[in-house]
């Protein structure tokens, strides 16, 4: 049974059980993976949901998991995939119903703002998905008794062409009691009503920093005087606040970036086992230098993510340690590019990674060894040797060798030509440009 629950991420994200054929049988989703799927073998838990657990736990034979973003991520992911596999022990997400948009009726004279399921291409606004539709509602209730945005709450259909009939009017109780700006009854203009539209799509799309400022002092000064009950209701309008801005990056999901990423965590998942770490490596840095005769010296790391590409925490290096002339020292480029690299992640802590992969053999390993103590920082590391595809550990006498297909391998493999890649087109670039500040060669 491949469980390997200890390697889970302490990350939010959607884990997804298979029976021994590979069937699907659940989804759930967590806010933290790893202490989620531990619920599921403590025996106290046991017979917490009636049948289904004791006859899910014989049937379960290996475990996959999708980190998220967010708890939020989480949530729509996980129905997204249950709606597309349909498992067996999943009650819950199968009746067709998906999480609501707000939908912001630009496409209307007088715009109102509506929960549905259903986006709909046009010149409406569509905001989230928003699984916890309360949330969004109580917001929204704030936004309007506060004059912030107050949108019409009827349903009613009217334009500048087609006016709402008197006596519709007349039983409006929104309309008698002041609540509603009633364009209909012409209390607002066109053209200031529009505005309040506006103000409302700027704020669904992200625009919290000035509202979230001011909520939070009149939250603080009703504290102070002690009117608790009034700051609690800012307080929860700055836990929807929360809610509505945290970003959802699932509609980005597709069938194939899914199973990607749960291979990822298949070569995550052997790479720990092969080196013998306690938790999936899913933060990667590797390491590799360029050179021609010394010349042009560079370092360059490159950053892997659950298995992808992170294009963004890529680095470049030029050396700056003397070389031998017309030669270079691939010993002493290597311990200065991890080096340089290790005085960013002091200065920043949340940049460290969970290894450290080197281009080379037992010479690397030496000279990051001497990274590591100068900068007075050790993060775990290993070595690849591209003349037999050795995966070199500190201190071991000799290497790992891994049949040509092994999952780890074929990931450490990728991870190597990619920071080799990088390397050599740096070096190149700044070659190329030396060449032509030379200027052309005399005949």
Same mark, same amino acid.
């Given at each position: 049974?491949?469980?390997?629950?200890?390697?889970?991420?302490?990350?939010?994200?959607?884990?997804?059980?298979?029976?021994?054929?590979?069937?699907?049988? #659940?989804?759930?989703?967590?806010?933290?993976?790893?202490?989620?799927? !531990?619920? #599921?073998?403590?025996?106290? %838990?046991?017979?917490?949901?009636?049948?289904?657990?004791?006859?899910?736990?014989?049937?379960?034979?290996?475990?996959?998991?999708?980190?998220?973003?967010?708890?939020?991520?989480?949530?729509?992911?996980?129905?997204?995939?249950?709606?597309?596999?349909?498992?067996?022990?999943?009650?819950?997400? &199968?009746?067709?119903?998906?999480?609501?948009?707000?939908?912001?009726?630009?496409?209307?004279?007088?715009?109102?703002?509506?929960?549905?399921?259903?986006?709909?291409?046009?010149?409406?606004?569509?905001?989230?998905? #928003?699984?916890?539709?309360?949330?969004?509602?109580?917001?929204? =209730?704030?936004?309007?008794?506060?004059?912030?945005?107050?949108?019409?709450?009827?349903?009613?259909?009217?334009?500048?062409? !087609?006016?709402?009939?008197?006596? /519709?009017?007349?039983?409006?109780?929104?309309?008698?009691?002041? @609540?509603?700006?009633?364009?209909?009854?012409?209390?607002?203009?066109?053209?200031?009503?529009? @505005?309040?539209?506006?103000?409302?799509?700027?704020?669904?799309?992200?625009?919290?920093?000035?509202?979230?400022?001011?909520?939070?002092?009149?939250?603080?000064?009703?504290?102070?005087? +002690?009117?608790?009950? @009034?700051?609690?209701?800012?307080?929860?309008?700055?836990?929807?606040?929360?809610?509505?801005?945290?970003?959802?990056?699932?509609?980005?999901?597709?069938? $194939?970036?899914?199973?990607?990423?749960?291979?990822?965590?298949?070569?995550? /998942? *052997?790479?720990?086992?092969?080196?013998?770490?306690?938790?999936?490596?899913?933060?990667?840095?590797?390491?590799?230098?360029?050179?021609?005769?010394?010349?042009?010296?560079?370092?360059?790391?490159?950053?892997?993510?659950?298995?992808? &590409?992170?294009?963004?925490?890529?680095?470049?290096?030029?050396?700056?340690? /003397?070389?031998?002339?017309?030669?270079?020292?691939?010993?002493?480029?290597?311990?200065?590019?991890?080096?340089? =690299?290790?005085?960013?992640? !002091?200065?920043?802590?949340?940049?460290?990674?969970?290894?450290?992969?080197?281009?080379?053999?037992?010479? $690397?390993?030496?000279?990051?060894? %001497?990274?590591?103590? *100068?900068?007075? +920082?050790?993060?775990?590391?290993?070595?690849?040797?591209?003349? %037999?595809?050795?995966?070199?550990?500190?201190?071991?006498?000799?290497?790992?060798?891994?049949?040509?297909?092994?999952?780890?391998? %074929?990931?450490?493999?990728?991870? *190597?030509?990619?920071?080799?890649?990088?390397?050599?087109?740096?070096? *190149? &670039?700044?070659?190329? /440009? @030396?060449? +032509?500040?030379?200027?052309?060669?005399?005949?």
């Amino acid at each position: 049974m491949d469980y390997r629950i200890e390697l889970l991420p302490r990350q939010p994200g959607v884990y997804i059980m298979r029976a021994k054929e590979g069937t699907i049988i #659940y989804i759930g989703k967590a806010k933290n993976l790893s202490d989620r799927v !531990k619920q #599921y073998f403590q025996e106290s %838990n046991l017979y917490s949901r009636g049948w289904k657990l004791p006859c899910l736990l014989p049937l379960i034979a290996k475990i996959d998991y999708i980190t998220t973003a967010s708890e939020r991520d989480a949530l729509v992911l996980e129905e997204k995939l249950i709606k597309r596999y349909q498992p067996f022990f999943n009650s819950l997400g &199968k009746d067709g119903k998906s999480y609501p948009y707000l939908k912001l009726t630009m496409s209307e004279d007088f715009p109102r703002v509506l929960l549905t399921r259903r986006h709909i291409p046009g010149k409406d606004l569509y905001f989230g998905p #928003y699984p916890k539709s309360s949330i969004v509602k109580s917001l929204l =209730r704030f936004l309007w008794k506060s004059k912030y945005a107050p949108l019409r709450p009827c349903k009613w259909s009217f334009s500048r062409e !087609k006016p709402l009939d008197e006596r /519709k009017i007349n039983t409006c109780i929104y309309y008698h009691t002041g @609540q509603c700006p009633a364009p209909c009854a012409g209390k607002i203009s066109y053209e200031h009503y529009r @505005q309040l539209a506006e103000r409302m799509a700027l704020f669904l799309s992200g625009d919290f920093e000035n509202i979230t400022r001011s909520i939070t002092a009149l939250m603080r000064r009703h504290a102070q005087n +002690l009117e608790y009950e @009034q700051a609690a209701v800012y307080r929860n309008f700055l836990s929807a606040l929360t809610h509505m801005k945290e970003r959802v990056l699932v509609g980005q999901f597709n069938e $194939q970036q899914i199973v990607t990423a749960m291979d990822n965590t298949d070569k995550l /998942k *052997r790479l720990a086992q092969v080196i013998g770490m306690h938790k999936i490596p899913s933060h990667i840095e590797a390491f590799d230098n360029s050179h021609l005769f010394g010349r042009e010296a560079v370092g360059c790391m490159v950053c892997f993510i659950n298995g992808e &590409k992170n294009h963004e925490h890529y680095r470049r290096f030029k050396i700056r340690s /003397k070389l031998p002339e017309r030669g270079g020292s691939d010993f002493t480029m290597m311990e200065e590019n991890v080096f340089r =690299r290790l005085r960013q992640i !002091k200065r920043d802590p949340a940049q460290m990674p969970d290894l450290i992969l080197l281009d080379g053999g037992k010479s $690397q390993i030496h000279a990051a060894m %001497n990274a590591f103590e *100068r900068a007075g +920082l050790y993060i775990p590391f290993i070595a690849l040797a591209e003349t %037999n595809e050795g995966i070199y550990l500190p201190g071991a006498a000799q290497s790992i060798k891994l049949p040509l297909g092994d999952p780890a391998l %074929n990931l450490l493999m990728e991870i *190597r030509d990619e920071v080799h890649r990088f390397a050599i087109t740096y070096h *190149r &670039k700044l070659r190329d /440009k @030396q060449t +032509l500040s030379d200027g052309p060669m005399s005949a």
